[in-house]
Every structure is written in C-alpha cells, then in structure tokens.
C-alpha cells in the first residue's frame, strides 16, 4: 500500500467552502462586490510597477472567491479559477464590443512571467509526486499507452483536416495557406495533430492535489502525461524543422538530425542540472527549512526565466529535480538516511503547500485570460470535430495500451490525458511564430480547442477519480 500524500493545504478563503446555493449565492455576491471594488482601484492606479501589483492583487482575490463558489457548486476550484480568468479577459470585451473593464491585452501579456513560475512551481510538485517504486511497476503500461497515443491520435487527427479536401468542402483555412506557401497539406495536418497530441501535466498535478488522489489511477495520469509531453516536444520540433527544410529547399536528412539532436540535448540537459538541484534541494532541507518558501519560488522562477536563455526545459529541469529530490540513490551522501530523508520531504511539501494554493489561482486565470474568446466563437464547429475525435483517439489507445494494468485505469485514464494547457499553447505559438500565415490559423484553432478542454477537463478527471474511489 502506498503511503498517502500530504495534501495541499490552502488558505482558509480556499479551503472548506460551504456546499450548496445558498454558499454560491454568498460567494457570488463577495465576488461581484470584490470586482466592482478592484475595477475602481485599478482604475485610479497610476501605469507602471503599481498597476501591474494591483493587477496581481486583483486575479488572486477574484480567482479565489470564484474557486470558492465552484467548490460550493460541487465543482472543481480549477474550473472557477478558468472562468474567472475568461471574464476578466480583453478577448471577452472585445467579443461585446466594449472596453476591457479590468485587464487590458497589454496587461495579459505583463502574467507571463507570473505563469512560468506556476508552470515551474507545478513542474517541481510533480516530480517530488512521483515515487520511484510505483513509477518502475508502471513503467511498462505507461510506455504502451504512450506508444498507443503516439500511433493513434495524430493519425486520427489527420484524416479529420484532411477530409475536407478530400471531400470538396470547405475546411480548415490554415492548410489552404500552408499549400499557397509551398508546403504540403499532409504536413500542416502532421503539425496541428503534433501540436494536439500533448496533453497537461499541470492540470493533472492540480486536480490530484486539490482532491489529494492516490492509486493506481493517479499515478498513472502523472506517469503518462510527463512523458507524453517529452515525445511532444520531440516530434513538433522535428515536423517544424522539416517544414523549414521543405521551404527552404535545402537537404532534408542534416536538417531533421540536426534538429533531434539539438532538442534531445536540451532535454538530457536538463534533467542533469534538474537532478543536481534536486540533490542540493534535499540536502537543504534535511538540515533546515528557513524561508524554504523563498528558495523554492527562487528556484521555479530561475529555471523558467534563464533555463530557456542556455537551451534548457524548465518544465524538465524541475519535473527532474522533484523527482531525484524524492528518489535519491542510497550511494549519494546523506540519501541512506531515512529520517532525515522523511524530515526533508516533509519540509519540501509545507513549503510547497504555502506557495502551491495561490499559484495555482495565477495560472489558471492566466490561462483564462489568454482565451481568445471571438477566435473559439469563429472556429468551434471544426474544433469541435477536431475534439471528438481526439477524445475518441485517446480513449481507443489507452483500451489498447493500458491491457496490462488495472480495470479502473483502462477504462478511465483516458479522461485525464484529453486535458491541455501550457505545453501546448506554447507550441502553437511557437508555430505561428515560426510561419506567419498558415501556423497563426493553426494557432487559431489549437488555442480554441484547448479552452474548450480547459473548462471541461478538471471536471471530468475529478469525477473520475472519485469514480475509482481514489478521492479520500
């Protein structure tokens, strides 16, 4: 049996929500007085370092009473946080022809730098999630799922773009683009079913620690979704340095090596300096844990803003250095203690739950305001094709990959591995970045199928843990 974790422990304005409407009714008035309030405030907030705190201030508060109310409704916090951030959106004004009334598209882009610490915070508390012992037994089913997922769901999501053009009609406008710009319609499918093969690691981590999960199921989703996204990485790269080569005209074969051998690189990398961290992470806190808090924040945000400067993952790097931090070989220096062993991971999780619980808010509202609300307005009918038939993708690999492990896991893993987040909106944007044109049409279409997924994945993943029994 494996030992539970320690669950994240909130703030008492994130925890204990009263259930029931009365409490929604509650927090919803809290959260309309809360909105009016920090409109005015920002409003008579001068430009600058100033206006941006405020503009900190204002989605932690309005991300919590909104997580608040969807506890109180019986649904995840992670889903309120989401819709907070749609409603404080520029893209929501703009859809209403109004003024943005609180967060301006200037001020969208001012939560990168507090979402690569979310994304680096979230990375560490899943890497320290994972247990060696569990991780080797599962090793083997969560290698066929992803080789399943791999095989199945790009091939699916190809024939779903190309079939428009197949059949006469009108469909998808970015492979029209990609043709006129010399390319290949085949490979502006391939890139947009790459793109779409990852999954979330982060709204994994989220819905496990907001529920404390833990089994067979958990531990799976966590296994699957990391590595999933590494194969990811790998792919689009190549499919990108391929279409370079292809527009280019330049030789094939020296571009797509040269481009496995540079992501490849990065990625080995960063799990050394990721494990390095994570053994000097551990000797820290086996001998103190004075202003933790502040060492892990620096180190999450270290990684996610210069990693990228010296060709490193940082979701890698910290995904590494959780898991050598609780994984330690016993020939390391002080790694065969087991007490000071515990005493460490005890601190490490502490530290991890103070700053775990408004971490969260920022990256989900973040991610909520990022939602280009008139582009999934535009788009949702080929989205929604596109969705149900990844859905339906994943749920036919996981039947075939997961036939070795346990019942509950074959015929429910699948819906925590339809979720999608940071991983890939960065390679959509990444793509519309490197081709103007057709990979901004892509991007278009990624982007609004991943809010679709944002809104109905934390969810469908809390109601099947609890399925399974493994919400305690």
Not at 57 to 78: H, K
Not at 397 to 405: E, H, I, M, Y
């Amino acid at each position: 049996m494996i030992p539970r974790r320690q669950t994240l422990d909130l703030p008492p304005v994130l925890r204990r929500a009263p259930r029931g409407w009365r409490a929604a009714g509650q927090g919803l008035a809290m959260l309309g007085a809360a909105y009016i309030g920090l409109m005015v405030l920002h409003r008579l907030a001068p430009d600058g370092p100033a206006a941006q705190l405020v503009l900190i201030g204002m989605v932690l508060v309005i991300g919590a009473l909104a997580g608040r109310i969807a506890a109180a409704l019986g649904i995840p916090r992670l889903t309120g946080y989401l819709l907070a951030g749609v409603l404080m959106s520029p893209s929501l004004a703009d859809a209403l022809h109004v003024e943005p009334l609180l967060v301006t598209h200037e001020q969208a882009k001012g939560l990168g730098l507090l979402n690569n610490l979310a994304v680096g915070i979230i990375g560490l508390m899943a890497g320290a999630e994972i247990r060696a012992g569990w991780l080797r037994q599962r090793l083997a089913g969560i290698g066929r799922i992803v080789v399943a997922e791999t095989l199945l769901v790009p091939a699916a999501l190809v024939a779903v773009v190309l079939a428009p053009g197949w059949l006469g009609i009108p469909g998808f406008p970015f492979v029209d683009q990609a043709v006129a710009q010399g390319l290949p319609a085949w490979l502006a499918a391939a890139v947009v079913a790459g793109v779409l093969l990852a999954n979330s690691p982060m709204v994994v981590v989220s819905v496990i620690k907001e529920t404390g999960a833990n089994g067979p199921l958990a531990q799976t989703l966590m296994g699957t979704s990391v590595v999933l996204d590494a194969v990811v990485v790998l792919l689009v790269t190549i499919l990108l340095a391929l279409a370079d080569v292809l527009l280019a005209g330049a030789s094939t074969g020296g571009a797509l090596v040269s481009a496995f051998a540079s992501v490849a690189a990065g990625i080995l990398a960063s799990l050394v300096v990721g494990g390095l961290a994570g053994w000097g992470l551990r000797r820290y806190t086996g001998h103190s844990d004075h202003r933790l808090e502040w060492v892990v924040v620096g180190l999450a945000l270290g990684v996610s803003v210069l990693g990228p400067l010296i060709g490193l993952k940082p979701l890698f790097t910290l995904l590494a250095a959780g898991f050598v931090f609780n994984n330690q070989p016993t020939w390391l220096p002080g790694a065969s203690d087991l007490d000071a062993a515990d005493l460490a991971h005890r601190r490490l999780q502490g530290a991890l739950a103070q700053v775990g619980a408004p971490v969260f808010v920022i990256f989900f509202c973040a991610a909520g305001v990022s939602v280009a609300v008139p582009t999934l307005l535009a788009v949702w009918p080929l989205v929604l094709a596109l969705g149900v038939v990844r859905a339906g993708a994943i749920w036919l690999a996981v039947r075939r990959g997961a036939t070795a492990l346990e019942a509950p896991v074959r015929r429910y893993a699948w819906i925590g591995l339809i979720s999608q987040a940071g991983v890939t909106l960065a390679l959509a944007q990444l793509v519309a970045g490197r081709f103007p044109g057709w990979g901004s049409g892509l991007a278009t279409c990624v982007i609004a199928l991943v809010t679709v997924h944002e809104l109905i994945a934390p969810p469908a993943l809390v109601w099947a843990l609890r399925k399974v029994g493994e919400v305690k």
